[in-house]
């Protein structure tokens, strides 16, 4: 798996590197919170994305849907800069935030992860540490000095998540000794804190149950007042629930892309329809 | 039919005896040696054995010395271990790392009369003196391996999805390590320490070659000083019954203290198990 990894790389030292190419200025949507331009990634030599392009509008939900495999989780850890935290992976193409590329060179992950927050598919609140801390961690962790208001920052970013009123009595207990709907909410709670401009959600409904599920999608359907949301999801009814977009993957490409609207009531592409009908998936 | 059952059912029982005998056999020398222990030692403990020096009949010299020792190579050795572990866990992912790794798991096996040479040489001959500073050179050569060991495979068992929630926070990884995963790993960590300490407690080939021995209480840093291995073994070396007896009661001693930190350690992993 390594050696052809590396002589992959040193092709790439005498090619001129994608990521590091400017861009016409007609691909530019200017109204694009972020937008993905010819975006392909690999994990080893297996390449997952296959030049995709999205545009995500600022104050609005996008979902990307598609069968297990088809790329969208990988896709997804493209914008918040994740993806190439795992060994082996690689990725090419831009990714605009505010028209600015955040592939570029003189960009720390760091800072983009901040702008970017990023809910998970298993609630993973940090284990040692309380439900209050839990929400000020990324305030803390992030270096931000001891702030006066940090009690106003955790009161309002779990009431944000619609969870200070189950919790507001147990700040004190351990973040992990809530039930699994009111975890992820937490984790949402300490992603808002930041006040980042984009929220990525990767499925964060699947280990969950009915009940806790329509909690969160009410939730995903108010944060967009104040942010731009993608959600993965491989349940489409979620998607036509929440979403104003939908994106359609499927085998590493974006199929087809519109209005969740037109997706679900009149999908252009006959490899959609096939996958909103229930014919494959 | 009813014969080859039969025969199956004695295969059985016939392998649950002979697992039954083997550990008889193993557990005969161990507990003999903590009887022997108990009944030769006992009678020795008192407050003068304790607490007075060696001409008085006491032991006193050797538990301090241990006591500075174990603290001595603690500072020198839990830092290094444990930042060690860190950097084959969370920064370990290249094949230098896998040959550290390897060579890591070799020196936890080092034979410790070596490490005692390598010590003397370098310490006790550049300073020209036998010393304190020496024999925690010397054990913290055998402490390091040990807690990078532990370490590194008690932050590994910290899942993935932790890291990840502090770093797309932002977080820088320094700071997820620290603020995150170690706190996590905590009592893991406690375990591998508590248990690299009770190994050099014990460990006499080191101390020969770079801390001497000493009859009075500690000196100095860079005077030779007693320790409770030592005493036993040099006790032992001696024709007089009453002498050897101090040494049966040091080895007593020893072994409580021993015994101790492995409570600790039983302690430590079992809130481990609850969280």
Known sequence: MTTPTTTQQKENLSQPDPSQQPITADVIDATAKMQAINVDAWFGQKQILKTVNLTVKPNSVTAIIGPSGCGKSTFLRCFNRMHELVSNSKMAGQILLDGKNIYDRQIDPVQIRRRVGMVFQKPNPFPTMNIYDNVAAGLRLTGTKKDKNLDDIVKHSLEQATLWDEVKDDLKKPGTSISGGQQQRLCIARAIALQPEVILMDEPCSALDPIATAKIEKLVIELKQNYAVIIVTHNMQQASRVSDYTAFMYLGELVEFGETRQIFENPKNKLTEKYITGEFG | ?275
């Open chain 2, 1 to 275: 039919m009813i014969n080859s059952y039969g025969f199956r059912k004695f295969k059985n029982r016939l392998f649950f005896i002979l697992c039954a005998i083997c550990v008889i056999i193993a557990v005969i020398p161990l507990a003999s040696i903590l009887l022997e222990v108990i009944i030769r030692g006992a009678p020795q403990l008192s407050l003068t054995f304790l607490t007075a020096t060696t001409s008085r009949g006491g032991i006193g010299p050797a538990i301090q010395g241990t006591l500075i020792l174990i603290g001595l190579t603690s500072i020198l050795g839990i830092p290094i271990g444990v930042l060690s572990g860190v950097y084959l866990s969370e920064f370990g992912n290249n094949k230098y790392a896998q040959s550290l790794r390897t060579i890591n798991n070799i020196l936890t096996q080092f034979p410790s009369i070596i490490v005692g040479i390598t010590a003397y040489g370098i310490i006790v001959l550049t300073l020209g003196t036998f010393s304190p500073i020496a024999g925690a050179v010397a054990l913290a050569f055998i402490m390091i391996p040990i807690i990078t060991r532990t370490t590194e495979e008690s932050l590994k068992l910290i899942p993935n999805s932790i890291r990840e929630a502090s770093l797309a926070l932002g977080a820088h990884k320094w700071r997820t390590t620290l603020n995150v995963v170690l706190p996590a790993a905590k009592s893991g960590l406690v375990t591998g320490v508590l248990l690299a300490v009770s190994r050099i407690a014990g460990e006499t080939a080191p101390l020969i070659m770079t801390i001497l021995g000493n009859r009075f209480f500690f000196q100095g840093l860079d005077k030779p000083m007693a320790a409770l291995p030592l005493e036993i073994w040099k006790n032992s070396l001696q024709p007089y019954p009453e002498i050897q007896a101090q040494g049966w009661g040091a080895a007593l001693i020893l072994i409580l203290m021993v015994l101790t930190i492995n409570i600790a350690v039983r302690l430590a992993s079992r809130s481990r198990m609850k969280t």
